[in-house]
């Protein structure tokens, strides 16, 4: 499990540009206008070997005279009470604001670390406007600049050692752990209680790594699966419609530590940027993916209309073209009992190991199929491959030239092993590697059978 980190702040003091300094990407939009950042973006961050999860919230206005003033400071409200570490970032330039007083107040009342950034701090010789931000009980300002770098690694370094340790609850390597996803009212909390039922077996609750988060453990079709972290979901008592509208870094949390993920998506509605953002998460982490269409007993019947609905998420979700698709109902329970017979097929193959020789026979088969383009003049040369890890099942190639591979054919090559190894359910990982040496694809057995003679 990552850590997670909250930035907040007033309009236009720079949370954006400070989002993209430390993630390393252009993923926050940036303009001098206020307001431009509404919903919250998530960006993973790796610094000195420690990962977390930062989230970028929009500009807390105090009023509403802005339409969207409401809905970002429940936005904001979630975003710390769900984080690990929630940065105030204050505008050093323009000096202290009244809205800067309000947000030290409702931060001052978590019980978590916060960390005090002063942003547009550009050098040593600036660090002077520091003297105004103690008036309002900061006894640590950090003085940093977004735009130019001044002041970040100091920044980094004391709030990694802040952020909690990851805990991985004790579950047996053969429970399959799965977690259910998607936006609010896709019919996520219907799901799971139909799914722990009467007719399913509860064996225990585990506590999970993250607050307030137990994992159910079911015993199905004599198989036991963990349903990661569905506690907020299915306890409605505990979790207000408004809280509950934005359960992103829920599901964050939830697919860092499953397996399988499944998806829910409102096939009344029809699906929506939302349900593909969360099933984007799902993929980037590598999960197996089974997309649910729910609510199918909503669905107006017509010729075809499983077929058209099926195309028409196979479109949005072109990245999760392996992720097997079902229309169910959890309200009637049609088709409800098919999910964990897919889930274990797509487990089955998520775990699976294919050996060296089988591998190296696919990829020596689809390199002479559609030969690898040439690099500067130069043939790209593949010399063999082998699988590193599984969930998901992670292969290296070794190659001459590994930045010359193009990602078409890294996805040539990627459908070629999903295909030729039955692999047609889950994600693959392919590596390139440089690779010295004149061993190719229809001597290397030679020259290996020479070493150990």
């Not at 009470?81 to 604001?97: E, F, H, P, R, W």
């Not at 709030?159 to 609850?169: D, H, K, T, V």
């Not at 053969?174 to 996803?181: E, F």
């Not at 934005?246 to 998806?263: G, T």
Request: aromatic share 8%.
């Amino acid at each position: 499990m990552k850590p997670i980190v909250a930035v907040v702040g007033r309009p236009n003091v720079g949370k954006s540009t400070f989002f993209n300094r430390i993630t390393r990407t252009r993923d926050a939009l940036v303009d001098n206008l206020p307001g431009v950042t509404r919903d919250r973006i998530y960006g993973d961050v790796n610094w000195d070997e420690t990962e977390f999860i930062l989230v970028d919230t929009g500009g807390f206005i105090q009023g509403d005279r802005d339409p969207f003033a409401g809905p970002i400071r429940i936005q904001i409200q979630q975003a710390m009470a769900d984080a690990d570490a929630v940065v105030l970032l204050l505008d050093g330039k323009n000096g202290i604001s009244p809205f800067d007083a309000d947000l030290i107040g409702m931060v001052r009342a978590l019980d978590k670390p916060v960390f005090y950034a002063v942003n547009k701090i550009d050098d040593a010789a600036k660090e002077d406007r520091l003297h105004d931000f103690y008036d309002l009980g900061i006894d640590h300002p950090y003085p940093v600049s977004a735009e130019h770098g001044y002041g970040i690694s100091d920044f980094l370094d004391d709030l990694i050692r802040a952020l909690p340790q990851p805990e991985i609850p004790a579950v047996s390597e053969d429970v399959i752990r799965v977690a259910v996803v998607g936006k609010p009212n896709a019919g996520k909390s219907s799901l799971i209680n139909r799914i722990l039922g009467q007719d399913r077996l509860v064996v225990s609750d585990l506590p999970g790594t993250t607050r307030d988060a137990v994992d159910s453990l079911c015993n199905i079709d004599g198989r036991t699966y963990s349903l990661v972290d569905t506690a907020g979901i299915r306890r409605k008592s505990k979790v207000s419609l408004k809280i509950e509208k934005f359960s992103i870094i829920k599901a964050l949390h939830s697919l860092e530590r499953c397996d399988v993920a499944l998806v829910v998506i409102d096939a009344h509605e029809g699906i929506t940027d939302q349900d593909v953002t969360i099933a984007g998460y799902a993929h980037e982490r590598g999960c197996g993916c089974i997309l649910l269409l729910n609510k199918w007993d909503l669905v107006e019947k017509e010729p075809g209309v499983s077929r058209k609905f099926t195309e028409a998420v196979r479109m949005e979700t072109k990245f999760l073209n392996y992720a097997p698709i079902l229309t169910i109902s959890a309200m009637t329970g049609q088709r409800v009992p098919k999910i964990f017979k897919q889930v274990a097929a797509v487990y089955q193959q998520y775990a699976s190991r294919i050996g060296t020789g089988q591998l190296n026979r696919i990829l020596q088969k689809a390199l002479l199929q559609n030969e690898p383009p040439l690099h500067k003049g130069k043939r790209l040369r593949f010399y063999y491959a082998t699988q590193v890890s599984t969930k998901p099942p992670t292969f290296v190639c070794f190659v001459n030239y590994p930045e010359a591979v193009h990602f078409s054919y890294k996805r040539y090559l990627t459908n070629q092993i999903r295909n030729q190894a039955g692999l047609t359910e889950t994600p693959l990982r392919i590596l390139f590697r440089q690779r010295t040496g004149r061993i190719e694809f229809g001597n290397w057995k030679k020259e290996k059978k020479k070493k150990r003679r």
